[in-house]
């Protein structure tokens, strides 16, 4: 019974009734008890356990509907190596409208904390950024005051707390970036800041000062290495691997305007539309391959968008056509098909027709553009910004109060995202279609 094998107690019936006739129990009494015991071979447990049970289940369920944050914190500094976990906690943080302080090396603390409404993330559940060395640095903040500068978290540092993977951890999840916005930076440089803070340290240790030194550290502050700022999707990317989801911002925020051009919608709003085909773009966050009864390869692939995560099913064909493309925070265009079902209740299912790098959508030429311009338009600047030629058709279209004119130029020209996003930046472009 315990093992939960059917199979196993019905071959204990005949033993079980024999031993209580020879006890003076009547057959169909045994019998009868034998009914009862029968089910937990399927599942059970006994009253105490689900009394239990149910006395947790009311104390978390309070909790969370009346000091959601503390109880939410709480459970997140439980899971703290668990970022799966952590992602779904974070999903419905968002759901419950509770704002989200990003990793801070001044305002978070090693655990998660829920300070007047608001959580703020724990840096000990950074990837490889150890609890009790982050636990030590966030004592010495709490000791001498916070950090005032980037140079004077190394010279309070010990070195002990602090290695390549650490500092690395930290510094692509934002942690330091009240001190200096360019994370590659302080990234490069990571191999002299803890050549840096093990001089002072060995300094501290030694009882010996250079006083011109110092001075000129304290004043001038540490000299970083020479590096080429992190464009959006890059700091992006790498945030993702120190957190394993977005927190900051979303890779696909930047192309809202594309996107409504492209007729390209999250996916909630293709799930509640009555349309059975559709657009949708997503962020791999995790990717799980598998293999059906058949030995067919499949994977279950979880997305993010701006709003929400979501989870499809890629089959064979696509899976093995799209394998290296197929990455953690790489972002891609879906051609999504639904199949509405009678009842409301049921899920319904959507299945992946087609899919391709965003990359590769943004760059694709588009086959027909039609600009649409004030009377006021440069047609000297669009004639330069179109100068190229390509394959797609350009229309003109030039408003004059209740007039307009049409115009179609005669070749083809080059125009891809670069050139969207140019000519929407002029005052006297209104609309662009594409």
Known sequence: MGKKKKS???????R??????????????ANFVFTKIEPFAQYGFNKSHAAAYALIAYQTAYLKTYHKEDFIAATMSTELTNTSKLREFVEELKKLNIEIIKPSINECFSDFRAIEGKLYYGLGAIKNVGYEAISNIITEREKNGKFKSFTNFINRVNAKDVN?????????SGVFDEFDK??????????????????INDDKENKQTNLFDNQNFNQEGFEFLATVPWKQKELLSEEFKSLGFYLTNHPLSEFNEIFEQLNICSFNQFYNSKDKEGLVAGTIMSIQEKKSAKGTPYAIIKFSDKQAEFELFLFAESLIS????????????????????????????????????????LNKPYSKVTIELKIDCDLAEIKNLLSNKGETQINLVIKDKNKQAYYSLQENRKFDLNHLKALKAKKYVEKITV
């Open 182 to 199: 360019d994370r590659n930076k302080i990234l490069t440089s990571i191999p002299k800041i803890i050549q840096k803070i093990k001089n």
């Open 164 to 172: 390549k993977l650490q500092l690395e951890g930290l510094t692509k």
């Open 8 to 14: 196993e107690l019905d071959k204990q019936k005949e």
């Open 322 to 361: 799209n394998r290296e493309k197929l990455k953690e925070s790489e972002s891609f265009v879906l051609t999504l098909h639904k199949e509405n079902t009678k009842e409301e209740n049921l899920k319904k299912r959507i299945n992946i027709k087609k899919i391709l790098s965003l990359d590769d959508v």
């Open 16 to 29: 079980f009734i024999n031993g209580a006739l020879k006890n003076g129990i009547a057959k169909d009494v």
